[in-house]
């Protein structure tokens, strides 16, 4: 009796309100590989200025063995410790952040502003806008949809096709383990 008194007290207390989960999500070497595979070569620049050099905000350790080619660093497929050698204690994930979200919804968009990536995004040309394409294209961020998301796009927007892809990248759905 005095247990179950005692766990009524703890529960009413609060006590328990007090617990946080956080999401985990991918951490920037996911990202950048995803959406450098989504959007091209064309933005590999921008992914290594936002995203892969900001391993606070992004997670995912670094390389400890850069090579140094006379006296300037060289990146091999930008694992390399970018910031200094503390970036090889970074978490695996990252978790959400206020930085984290203001960083990709900034790359996501200049992404969508290259008109070439964007093209290349949507198979090179930019098809029409109708449900099936819109469908197709949100598997590639792995996405559902349906089509009342459709309508309201649609009926909402002079570039349908930037800003659906706008939303996609800025998703976090695509970015969870």
Request: hydrophobic residues 35%; positive net charge.
């Amino acid at each position: 009796m005095y247990k179950v008194i005692y766990i009524l007290m703890i529960l009413s207390s609060g006590a328990m309100a007090s617990v946080e989960i956080q999401e985990k999500f991918l951490n920037k070497h996911y990202l950048r590989s995803f959406l450098q595979t989504i959007y091209g070569k064309e933005i590999e620049i921008l992914l290594n200025e936002k995203i892969t050099s900001r391993g606070d905000a992004f997670g995912g350790a670094c390389d400890p063995y850069s090579i140094i080619v006379g006296g300037k660093k060289t990146f091999r497929e930008n694992l390399d410790c970018q910031n200094g050698m503390h970036e090889i204690i970074n978490s695996p994930f990252s978790m959400s952040s206020p930085i984290r979200s203001l960083l990709l919804n900034e790359t996501c968009e200049r992404i969508v502003s290259n008109k070439k990536a964007l093209r290349y995004s949507l198979g090179g040309e930019i098809p029409p806008f109708n449900f099936k394409n819109f469908k197709k294209y949100a598997g590639i961020f792995r996405l559902r949809v349906n089509k009342i998301i459709f309508k309201k796009i649609k009926l909402n927007n002079k570039s349908p096709w930037a800003f659906t892809s706008k939303v996609f990248c800025r998703s976090e759905r695509w970015q969870k383990p």
